[in-house]
C-alpha cells in the first residue's frame, strides 16, 4: 500500500517537473487566487541563509502596470500576457542595524551565541556582497514557487531579463528592495517546447 503511494507520488513529482518549461507566451486567462496565494506560499517556507528570508515578491495584477514594464522587459510578452507577474525582489536591509532584520529576529529562538555570530558575519558583508547574496536567496524562491505552480498545472517563466533600476522606478521601491528575477504566471497559449537537457550521467558524478 505504502509503496503504491510513493510510486504514485514520484510519478505526479515527475509529471510536474515535465509539465514546468518557460512559457513564452500565456493566453491571458487568470488564475484563481487562491492558487496564487498557494504558490506565493511556497517561496515564503523558501530555506534562506540564516533564515534571514531577504526577500519580497511584487506581485503585479494590473495590466496597464504590466504593459509600462513591457519594455524593461527587453520586449517579452510573458510579462503582459500573463496573469500575474511576479516581481521577486531580494532585499538588502538585513545588517542588525535594520528594522527588517529585528522583525525576522523578533520571533526566533536563537542562542545568544548563535545571533551574535550571524549578526557579525552580516555586518561584515559590503553592499555589493549582500546585494548577491540575498539575490541567491531569492533564486531559491524562484524554484520552489515555480515547482509548485507545476504542480497546480500553472505555467510560468523564469526570467532575468529585464532592467531592474527602470522596474524599481515604475514600482516606487525602496532602495534596499531589488527587482532579481521575473515569473509571470498563466497558462500557456501555445505547445511546450522539447526539454533539451543533457544525460544523467553528464551531470552526477558519484564518488
Ligand atoms: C535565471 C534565469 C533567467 C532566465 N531568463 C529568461 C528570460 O529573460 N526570458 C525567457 O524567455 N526565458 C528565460 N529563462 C528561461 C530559460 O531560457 C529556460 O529555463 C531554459 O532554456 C530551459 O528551458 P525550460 O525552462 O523550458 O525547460 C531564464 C531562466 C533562468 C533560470
Request: proline share 5%.
Amino acid at each position: 500500500m505504502v509503496w503504491y503511494f510513493m510510486e504514485d507520488i514520484k510519478k505526479k513529482i515527475t509529471e510536474a517537473l515535465n509539465f514546468r518549461h518557460a512559457c513564452k507566451e500565456f493566453n491571458g486567462e487568470k488564475i484563481p487566487n487562491e492558487d496564487l496565494k498557494f504558490i506565493l506560499e511556497s517561496g515564503r517556507l523558501s530555506p534562506s541563509s540564516f533564515g534571514m528570508q531577504p526577500w519580497k515578491f511584487i506581485v503585479v495584477k494590473d495590466q496597464k502596470l504590466k504593459e509600462q514594464l513591457l519594455e524593461a522587459s527587453l520586449g517579452q510578452i510573458q510579462v503582459t500576457t500573463c496573469s500575474d507577474l511576479v516581481v521577486i525582489c531580494a532585499r538588502t536591509d538585513i545588517k542588525p542595524s535594520d528594522d527588517f532584520f529585528k522583525k525576522v529576529m523578533e520571533n526566533r529562538t536563537l542562542p545568544e551565541e548563535k545571533q551574535e555570530r550571524i549578526k557579525k558575519s552580516l555586518d561584515e558583508k559590503d553592499p555589493q556582497k549582500m546585494l548577491v547574496y540575498c539575490q541567491q536567496q531569492a533564486f531559491i524562491a524562484l524554484g520552489n514557487m515555480m515547482q509548485v505552480s507545476a504542480f497546480l498545472g500553472v505555467d510560468s517563466c523564469p526570467m532575468g531579463g529585464f532592467d531592474a533600476e527602470t522596474y524599481s522606478k515604475i514600482l516606487g521601491l525602496d532602495p534596499h528592495i531589488h527587482p532579481t528575477l521575473l515569473m509571470p504566471l498563466g497558462y500557456r497559449k501555445n505547445k511546450q517546447s522539447d526539454k533539451e537537457r543533457l544525460a544523467y550521467d553528464d551531470v552526477v558524478e558519484t564518488r
